[in-house]
């Protein structure tokens, strides 16, 4: 929800009071006295406050109930307001005013965004999130090292022999194994590596942000670098809007150097399991020079994008077909195209992208459309990250994130008004694609590209230059149509079309991400961590940054913005793990003594 309109509000004093009134109710363990504080139509999300997982609840009664239901006393729960109150207007919702928060409780610090609705009497919406376990700060300004190490036995190492021994793990396992050394596994690891966590990542690249590095030539991000940005590390304020995939890649690479995270590139993982009664797993790992390191970790997780396997069907002729065959996620910059007919099997962002590369680098290609996809100019879709853009320079980023890490079922709400402006400012573009036979639609329930990115991350194209090329039939298009079969040299379409073919790029998807836990760790595994991504029964984000049904098993991914905002809650969450560990061994060593 990043549209709003924002101007300066005047009820600092009624958040005071709710705040107040909030607090009372908290102390008296009144669950009906702090529902009554919520409109009928209004939201508290919570990140880790009152049980250690991320919830929603709407409407007064739930979150009474949510409330009454936590986990952990929270009667010492105590929220304060910030700054000056501002004034919103949300798209499908109206006018409200917001304030930031702050709170804490006897065992956590936390933060949040509050607004209150008409009349500034009750609650839209409450979001609120830890930010730090009371005695377990970050590393900051206030707390760093700051030793000198110039005399005695310190000074005898360096500060890079001791970074490259700490790098070797010679002599210790790590607390956490990542596996994945793209966005979601960096900035994890930072969170970790600042709260004093022992994280290592292993990639199966040659170099960290070989990811972006390796992929076609002509590749920028989609969204604007006002989303984009990591943890403690803004990018300069003189890049480009949209990213190049090759300045990426480097600022990634140069992240993990400057945040000392430990990364072993040219590392495979082989296998995990999880020793239930020790509390850790034996995860096995091939390294670069071909041996096989076994560790125990106490957690593990896995950050190796969202997408999960390939999805590859087998094509009738295939093995007749003269030609290559490529899955979207193999296709790069080292496939030569220039004079090749080459056909897209698919529409959505990668296969748009692809047929665009392809085109650009001298080939033919042609988009092979079954179903229909949402369609929005990157000028259009950039209402989605509005207050990114908004804000940048006069907030910080963390306290945007905490604006829009709304309910995801306000999000939808929002983003059913919001889909129909974007559509408005694209009519021109759309009415070009339908003429030339574009397959489009506006979601599942007419919420756009963003919550068909939430539920399925697939169906959508941020229009960077394809459609332009569609509708100018530099990209050739067979709409309505599936492959059916390939001849020698031939695509065979399902109305018996037969399109010349050197090389077939299918953009077929990616099978369910628990596919994927599976064959790393086994079926048992992956039947306890269940779905991951789109929205569950509860409206949350299934099987992501949070606890799954797995032991020390947590998976991290999802868009720059989601892995800066959700890897501190993952690392809180380990962190917490950890302490509680540490202090049931030492009761243990009490007993036993």
């Avoid at 899955?327 to 790069?332: D, E, L, Q, R």
């Avoid at 077939?504 to 595994?525: C, H, K, N, W």
């Amino acid at each position: 929800m990043n549209n709003e309109t924002v101007s300066a509000g005047n009820g600092s004093d009624m958040f005071d009071k709710w705040c107040a009134s909030f607090n009372a109710a908290v102390a008296a363990d009144d669950s009906a006295a702090l529902g009554a504080l919520f409109a009928e139509d209004s939201y508290w999300r919570d990140m880790l406050t009152l049980d250690e997982r991320i919830q929603t609840a709407h409407g007064p009664a739930a979150i009474a109930d949510m409330f009454a239901g936590r986990a952990s006393p929270a009667t010492s729960l105590r929220i304060t307001s910030l700054g000056d109150a501002r004034k919103e207007k949300i798209p499908g919702v109206g006018d409200v005013e917001g304030k930031f928060v702050r709170y804490e409780t006897d065992r956590v610090l936390g933060h949040g965004y509050l607004r209150l609705g008409s009349g500034l009497q009750q609650a839209f919406t409450l979001v609120t999130a830890v930010r730090e376990l009371k005695g377990y700060p970050e590393k900051s300004l206030t707390h760093r090292d700051s030793e000198s190490h110039r005399s005695g036995p310190e000074a005898v190492s360096n500060w890079l022999d001791k970074r490259v021994e700490h790098l070797t793990y010679k002599d210790r396992d790590p607390q956490v194994l990542i596996v994945g050394a793209g966005h979601a596994g960096l900035t994890v690891a930072a969170r970790l590596q600042h709260l004093g966590v022992d994280a290592l990542i292993i990639d199966r690249s040659d170099r960290v942000g070989d990811n972006w590095r390796s992929r076609y030539h002509s590749l920028t991000l989609h969204n604007e670098i006002c989303c984009n940005h990591l943890p403690y590390m803004p990018f300069p304020e003189s890049w480009p809007v949209f990213l190049p995939k090759d300045k990426l890649a480097g600022w990634l690479e140069y992240y993990a150097e400057a945040m000392e995270l430990n990364v072993w590139n040219r590392t495979t993982f082989l296998s995990g399991e999880y020793d239930e009664a020790a509390g850790r797993w034996t995860a096995r790992v091939e390294m670069a020079d071909g041996s096989v390191r076994t560790m125990h970790p106490s957690h593990v997780i896995m950050a190796i994008g969202v997408s999960g396997i390939p999805n590859i069907p087998v094509i009738p002729g295939q093995d007749d077909f003269r030609g290559q065959i490529l899955h979207s996620s193999a296709f790069n910059s080292d496939v030569d195209v220039a004079g090749k007919a080459v056909v897209v099997v698919g529409a959505g962002t990668s296969a748009h992208d692809i047929a665009q590369d392809v085109y650009l680098r001298g080939g033919k290609p042609v988009l092979v459309q079954r179903s229909s996809v949402t369609v929005v100019s990157v000028e259009q879709s950039g209402l989605a990250y509005g207050a990114f853009r908004r804000f940048e320079g006069q907030q910080s980023i963390e306290e945007t994130d905490l604006m829009v890490a709304n309910p995801f079922d306000l999000v939808r709400r929002v983003h059913g008004e919001l889909s129909k402006t974007m559509a408005e400012g694209d009519a021109d573009l759309l009415r070009k694609l339908e003429k030339v036979g574009f397959l489009l639609d506006n979601g599942e329930d007419d919420t756009g590209f963003f919550m068909k990115l939430i539920r399925s991350l697939s169906g959508y194209y941020l229009n960077v230059g394809a459609s332009d090329l569609i509708i100018e039939g530099k990209i050739g298009l067979r709409a309505g149509v599936r492959l059916e079969s390939l001849g020698t040299d031939t695509a065979i379409l399902s109305d018996g079309t037969q399109l010349e073919a050197d090389l077939v790029v299918l953009g077929t998807g990616y099978r369910p991400l628990q596919d994927a836990v599976g064959s790393m760790f086994g079926p048992e595994v992956a039947e306890k961590v269940g779905p991951i991504w789109g929205l569950g029964p509860d409206n949350e984000m299934m099987g992501m940054w949070a606890r799954t049904g797995q032991p020390g098993f947590f998976v991290a991914g999802g868009t720059f913005t989601m892995s800066r905002f959700y890897s501190r809650l993952t690392a809180l969450l380990i962190k917490s793990d950890l302490v509680k560990s540490e202090q049931n061994g030492d009761r243990e060593h009490l007993v036993a003594a």
